[in-house]
């Protein structure tokens, strides 16, 4: 381990309150950490490197490894869109997040994380302007943007005959749905409440609608930093032009897995094989509380 990894993880210990030894790997938020803790840890990681970094640099960077690397290049303005978010010595299976309108991954599949990370290899994907500007260029298109995705993604996707599994969350469900036809595959996607965009309709929201359900989100996931509020529902409201204009092309070789608040299947029959349909508790707001991650990576362990 690096002489910046020895230190990062002994200022877990102190945040934590606790003697374990943190492995390279671990991942804040599944060894105790929580959003008040982050706060501490990221005052202290500024305290011990002189360095200025926001919640939004660290938001993306919650294992040792990952913190390690974003102070050994300091320098560095860019970033990977590809989180790799565990990676058990016994892998059953892989399971790749693609990120919904806001929040990036870790943010709104937390709970789901928490449930599956000690059995499978998790690949998440969140747009690098996600918490801040990165320096890439703007996609123009939903596919453009899962070409950009699929570039990273490509060589980790099934290494050595890995049996695997799409999911996406709201907005997460159209770009699951691009990624695995671009990677021209045969697999199984999770739809957590997102349509499928085939049925077309009239209702659109304007720019102080979708400022007050994003705020609303963000209050969910505890983040209070004005300035990261503002960026990050701006960056959303780009992704919303994205994906509104979408047309997903038919793909029988996507077998589609639908949770849903209403319990139907969101349109998903019109482009792909949908196999089950499961009805969410709550609404569109609560399709990842802590119940329904308990029901989807519950049904994740019977598919891989």
């Known amino acids: 381990a690096s002489t910046t990894a020895e230190r ?10 606790t003697d374990n030894v943190f492995a390279d790997d671990d991942h804040f938020y ?17 305290r011990e490197f002189n360095s200025a970094f926001s919640l939004s640099e660290i938001m993306p960077n919650l294992t040792i490894q990952m913190q390690a690397t974003m102070i050994d290049l300091l320098s560095s303005s860019t970033r990977s869109a590809l989180v790799r978010i565990s ?50 260029p703007w996609a123009k298109s939903i596919e453009e943007l899962i070409r950009f995705y699929v570039e990273i993604l ?13 999911v996406g969350a709201s907005m997460g469900a159209l770009l699951a749905f691009e990624m695995a036809s671009q990677l021209d595959i045969d697999t199984q996607l999770i739809v957590v409440d997102g349509t499928s965009n085939r049925r077309k309709t009239t209702t659109s929201i304007t720019w102080d609608q979708h400022r007050v359900q994003m705020s609303d989100i963000l209050r969910k996931y505890e983040v209070e930093d004005e300035t990261l509020v503002n960026h990050m529902i701006e ?7 994205l ?33 089950s349909v499961h009805r969410l508790t709550g609404d569109h707001s609560e399709i990842l509380n802590s119940p329904n991650s308990q029901l989807i990576a519950d049904f994740v362990r019977t598919i891989l």
């Open 243 to 275: 994906s509104s204009e979408y047309t997903p092309k038919r793909n029988q070789r996507i077998t589609v897995h639908v949770f849903s608040c209403c319990g139907t299947d969101l349109g998903w029959a019109d482009i792909a094989t949908v196999k």
């Open 8 to 17: 990062i993880r002994g200022i877990w210990k102190d945040v934590l309150l």
């Open 30 to 46: 599944l060894v105790g950490g929580d959003s008040f803790r982050l706060l501490k840890l990221i005052n202290k990681l500024n």
């Open 87 to 136: 990676a058990p010595k016994d892998l059953t299976g892989q399971l790749i997040l693609l990120h919904p309108l806001i929040g990036g991954v870790q943010m709104p599949y937390r709970n789901l994380i928490i449930q599956l990370a000690t059995s499978y290899e998790i690949l998440g994907y969140e747009h690098p302007s996600t918490f801040r500007d990165a320096q890439v």
């Open 235 to 241: 960056h959303s409201w780009n992704l919303y032009g």
């Open 154 to 166: 490509g060589a980790k996707v099934g290494e050595g005959g890995t049996r695997r599994v799409f």
